[in-house]
């Protein structure tokens, strides 16, 4: 069974950071592309950013500049570094693995809660 374990999230006040982190097994981290997405209340899961095995880096246009997506391949662990945070990110942050041949083929984390307000 293949599990994707996330850290992180918690309540910050606008323009302050965090970091979340998301920790798989060796054979899905080596072989997939990770990333995450977020989901607000009343709204869809959109895609924030991905990351491929190799290192290329894709963000959506909304966190362009403030997040940083980065993967520790030692540890099997995906970063998501949150700056400059502002209350529209406010969301459940999901890790995902996708299946780069068959990407039908995707697995979530169990979802953390960022929360922006002062």
């Known amino acids: 069974q293949v599990q994707l374990v996330e850290s992180g999230g918690g309540l910050v006040q606008p323009g302050g950071p965090l970091r979340s982190s998301c920790s798989t097994s060796?054979?899905?981290?080596?072989?997939?592309?990770m990333g995450w997405y977020r989901q607000a209340p009343g709204k869809q899961r959109e895609l924030v950013t991905t990351?491929?095995?190799?290192?290329?880096?894709a963000y959506a246009d909304s966190v362009k500049g403030r997040f940083t997506i980065s993967r520790d391949n030692a540890k099997n662990t995906v970063y998501l570094q949150m700056n400059s945070l502002k209350p529209d990110d406010t969301a459940v942050y999901y890790c995902?693995?996708?299946?780069?041949?068959?990407?039908?083929?995707?697995?979530w984390g169990q979802g953390t809660q960022v929360t922006v307000s002062s």
């Open positions: 060796g054979s899905i981290f080596n072989l997939y592309v």
């Open positions: 990351i491929t095995r190799g290192g290329g880096t």
């Open positions: 995902n693995a996708k299946n780069p041949v068959f990407t039908t083929v995707n697995y």
